[in-house]
């Protein structure tokens, strides 16, 4: 009788562990469906030319370089503006700022930042950079807009990274007749960096990836030629791709799914980096 | 204070701090010194025990303001280091932490090398020579008697030290500063007897150079060390006498009862 029930109750525990594994999986599925289908469909149209020449024929042939380069520009350009300021953020938030109603309402701002939707964005950075700033449509009107939509998720990391640093380190080098900046350049800061720099290539990694926000701010139908400057509109990945895939007739398939394929692969990468930094300092990590 | 085994070096040594009247609340309300009035003497171990919470910490971390870095909302009363008020706003924190060195319960090194480790100090200062860096790495070591287990390997991690060889660690770190005073907050209480006796007998060599605050992890401990001893008791300095007196002919009830263990 006893044994019965036990076996019956290791019966419903193993189905429950099944249950949840399946669960698991579930969620891997569909980005190594996704991942999967767009190598396959994207593979055939990887070429030298393809990643290195310019859209011809109504960008129904040739190359996508110049989407490429623009993404490039488009996510160092948020780099410039984003990560000197998240983490200057972060550190004020996280050393310096005590408890008090300024700084949950800072909170409370970065916590709404993230939940805009994208196209908001968009719409403020037309309104802001591109017409009251007449900074027109252009590189650094969208990178500015990134900009805006990526601090929230770099304070968010950068600021989590911080505090995860032993708090007796910091008293330690006040003790050694260290100022509180002394402490957090030399100590804080070099510890913190692994996490700063994963939520930070997060966070641009999003920003790459993006349309709405750069649609009115920055990303050129067809340009075919290379930005000259920071003033120039240019071509994105995300947004060459909802061009070729929703507004040009006759478009080869393999083009679509070729561009698909770049720009997940740039994300991706970012990603993997990521993960690498951030397993590196986990590995060498002294505390 | 009975005078018998103070020898006429001690009678001329200065009192190094002198605390009047000092009293100390933290913003929660809690009260953690009442009117604490102590002299200590240069070159000497003065060790301050009594149960946990009687506010032997928060002296402690009052002496080097280190108190700065919580919520302290009020401290009134004097604490004069060799004269000089360092309770004044315009006390220099910065010089002040260099002369009055901390060495805390656990061991923390800092995420470098040992040799990083000793330097950073007197780095922060700005001491930029390399031949009073290399000096002051091998008088912390050979003070706090680590020297002969890590000189062949001092650009190691120093989290790979044992427990024991990184509160020396610590303990080389403030003497590679030179300070005057050192203050230990239980500096053995995470440490087998074996390491608890090494930093013991450093502590003994040192005080011929310096003025020695310790906070003892146990009242074996106080009495063993104690050159003279003050007993606290839910903020209250309750008595202070020389250490072999106290501990042999307690003047007071309560001392009496928390040395053979009647309560604590």
Redesign the interface.
Known sequence: MKRASFSNRDLIQRLGFSLLTLVALVTVLPILAVVMYIITEGAPAMSWEFLTAMPRDGMRAGGILPAIVGTFYLTLGTAIFSVPLGIAAAIYLSEYARENWLTRIIRIAIINLAGIPSVVYGLFGMGLFVIFLKFGTSILAASLTLSIMTLPVIISASEEALRAV?Q??R?????????RW?TIR??VL??ALPGILTGVILGLERAAGETAPILFTGAAFFLPRLPGSPLDATMALPYHLFVISTQVPEMPFQIQYGTALVLIAFVLGMNIIATVIRSRARAK??? | MTLEHVTPEKLMAENKIVIQNLSLQYTDGTESLRDITLNIRANAITVLFGPAGGGKSSLLRCL?R?ND?TEVKVASGKILLDGENILDPKTDV??L??KV??V?A?P?V??MSIRQNLT??LE??GEKRKSRLEEAVERGLKLSALWDEVKNRLDD???ALSGGQQQRL?LA??LA?QPEVILLDEPTSGLDPISTGKVEAALQELKKDYTLILVPHSVQQAARTADFAAFFLQGELVEYNEGKELFTHPKVKRTEDYIEGRFG
């Open positions: 032993p007796a380190f008293t330690v080098s006040i003790s050694l007749g260290g100022t002394q030399r100590i070099p510890q990590r002294q505390w | 080097n280190l870095l910065i010089a932490r260099r060195g901390m805390f656990r923390v800092l995420p950073y100090g922060l200062a991690a120093a989290i610590c770190r403030v500063q």
